[in-house]
């Protein structure tokens, strides 16, 4: 530790002190957390799994989300709303995820209102987008970090997902989401991707609503379809 929360890693990059405890967050902080995201399927998928996080660690889901993807049908949520209790059984047998009956449940039936939620709104991303929290004043040092465990954006949206029949998405989640997908920025201040994160948050362009059902994000770093990626962690 250098202080305040970060870390300098081997290779001389100064992180978040848990971007550089195992080699699956380093990647997943460096290429994933903060980056802003537009795509429904990929956004409907990282509310599903903060769900399946809810009394575990992320990363136990983090290392189980190739296994997740090939149970849920990549986390397109048309399909998964077509899932039936033969397909609740399955995922119960399957011994490479959390095998949650409650979660498993919850991610049918948010797929479900996924699908009810395109067709009022036009796109699951340009309804989260709307309740994008205005950027704090300045990056985050650990104490801040430690004291924002949610916030009147995360509790408006977590809110009003209950109304519409969402399970598993209370404030605390909602906003582990939103600081994964970039709807904020809590990189610590002294993070080298901090200012990776402002840079992508500043170039991309705020969905609207139904304009973004098959949007393919970018991979900032290699500049490759995100969708061409398998073997690696997606940002």
């Given amino acids: 530790m250098i202080g305040d929360g970060l870390v300098r890693g081997e ?7 848990w971007g550089d405890s195992t080699p699956e967050y380093r990647a997943y902080h460096d290429r994933e957390w903060g980056y802003p995201v537009g795509n ?3 956004l409907f998928e990282k509310l599903s799994l903060e769900g399946f996080q809810s009394g575990l660690s992320w990363l136990t889901i983090l290392r189980k989300r190739e296994d997740f993807r090939r149970a849920f049908a990549g986390f397109e949520f048309e399909r ?4 039936d ?5 399955r995922l119960m047998a399957d011994t490479s995820i959390v095998r949650h ?3 498993i449940e919850a991610v049918v039936a948010n797929a479900r ?5 395109v067709q009022e709104e036009g796109s699951l991303a340009g309804y989260l987008w709307r309740f994008e929290p205005g950027p704090h004043p300045a990056r985050l040092d650990r104490a801040g970090l430690r004291d924002l465990a949610h916030t009147p954006e995360s509790r408006a949206l977590a809110r009003d997902l209950k109304r519409r029949g969402w399970r598993f998405v209370g404030p605390a989640t909602v906003y582990a989401f939103m600081q994964a997908m970039g709807l904020v920025n809590d990189h610590l201040a002294g993070c080298w991707a901090g200012d990776e994160v402002d840079r992508a948050r500043a170039a991309f362009q705020r969905p609207s609503q139904g304009t973004t059902r098959g949007v393919t994000d970018r ?3 290699a500049g490759r379809p ?3 990626i398998t073997d690696e962690p997606l940002r």
């Fill in 11 to 17: 290779d001389g990059l100064v992180r978040c002190g």
């Fill in 113 to 117: 209102r996924a699908v009810e939620l």
């Fill in 226 to 228: 995100l969708s061409t």
């Fill in 80 to 83: 998964i709303a077509q899932f």
């Fill in 219 to 221: 991979d900032p770093v």
């Fill in 85 to 89: 209790e033969t397909d609740v059984e």
């Fill in 101 to 103: 009956r409650g979660k």
């Fill in 40 to 42: 429904d399927v990929r």
